[in-house]
């Protein structure tokens, strides 16, 4: 079975306001694409991939006037994709939904959201937590809450999948370093908790004996900024449990600290900087799979769809070009003889 994530740079604006497809040749909302291309590209990708379930993250939002599963399961049928039923959780205000894309002649998926306790709310909820130590409870949200899947093979194997796309650490509107700093550390500490959050909801899965899978996009890793230091661990850390027991531990072979300078480092994503001229690329690992350890038992082998890292993306020029138009992050997948 094979299992990915993938960050779709704005596939929201790849369909009008009704929901159709906008296969023409204006401008995407990706850089120096248009839609047509973005969108068959895309159709490259996900064909490559061919995963039995994949999750979007960034998929096109649900609103009044559109949906996004029928959106998804349309771009399913126009590249005749067997992914071809969609679901998603809990809609969010951001153009950013979290969705499934999977064959159901593989798995049966369901949305199967965890009621939660007071520490562990559900993900539509507020989780209350004294973020900067002055004895004060904040309230901390998801803007865009996990998708908890209730997974079952054909052969009547049972996973539970949680799809995330926790916060950004960007200091998104600063006007100048000092705020800079301000903001950066604020939006550090409220990514921290929804990864507290989102650890202990991994706990109570893990409690049960469920095989368990924690995907997405984590805006995070070990050693990716200087806060880390100053906040003592990622947030992908701790959803990982690293300082916990073996067996309530999550794995996944990229989420490893780097081995000194010169170590060749994973990259899930390559985002442009124009500044200073002419601008470069700059490349993170953010995507991951993290595996329940009974899933470990599995064989399970991961990849980065990276279109230099990975020889036979590169050896395949329509798919590394298709990989370059399609976002500015690559998929992820694992795969598990299950």
Request: charged letters at 25%.
């Amino acid at each position: 079975m094979r299992i990915a994530t993938y960050n779709v740079e704005w596939f929201t604006s790849l369909f009008d306001r009704r929901g159709r497809i906008l296969d023409d040749n204006e401008r995407s909302a990706r850089y120096g694409v248009s839609r047509a291309e973005q969108l068959g590209a895309l159709g490259i990708v996900f064909t490559a991939v061919d995963a039995d379930c994949i999750l979007i993250v960034e998929a096109p939002d649900t609103n009044t006037r559109r949906k996004t599963v029928p959106m998804l399961e349309a771009f399913a049928a126009k590249f005749s994709l067997r992914q071809r039923r969609a679901l998603i959780g809990f809609a969010n205000e951001t153009q950013q939904e979290i969705a499934l894309l999977y064959d159901p002649d593989v798995v049966r998926a369901i949305h199967a959201p965890e009621e939660g306790t007071e520490a562990a709310p559900r993900f539509d909820g507020a989780l209350q937590i004294d973020l900067d130590i002055d004895d004060r409870l904040d309230t901390v949200i998801f803007s865009k809450p996990p998708l908890e899947v209730a997974l079952e093979t054909a052969a009547g194997t049972a996973l539970r999948l949680i799809g995330v796309h926790i916060k950004s650490k960007a200091p998104h509107g600063a006007t100048d370093a000092t705020n800079e700093v301000r903001i950066a550390i604020e939006n550090r500490r409220k990514q921290l908790a929804q990864c507290l959050w989102l650890r202990r909801r991994v706990d109570q899965v893990l409690a049960r004996g469920e095989s368990l899978i924690v995907l997405g996009d984590f805006n995070d890793g070990p050693g990716l900024d200087e806060y880390e230091k100053l906040f003592g661990r990622s947030g992908l850390e701790i959803v990982l449990g690293q300082d916990l027991p073996r067996a309530q531990r999550l794995f996944d072979p990229h989420a490893r600290p780097g081995q000194g300078q010169t170590a060749a480092q994973p990259a899930s994503a390559r985002f442009f900087l124009p500044e200073p001229p002419p601008g470069h690329y700059f490349s993170a690992m953010l995507d991951y799979l993290l595996l329940s350890p009974d899933l470990c038992h599995y064989g399970p082998h991961w990849r980065i769809w990276h279109p230099f890292d990975d020889p036979a993306c590169y050896r395949a020029p329509e798919l590394r070009e298709a990989l370059l138009q399609a976002s500015d992050h690559f998929p992820v997948s694992v795969d598990l003889a299950l």
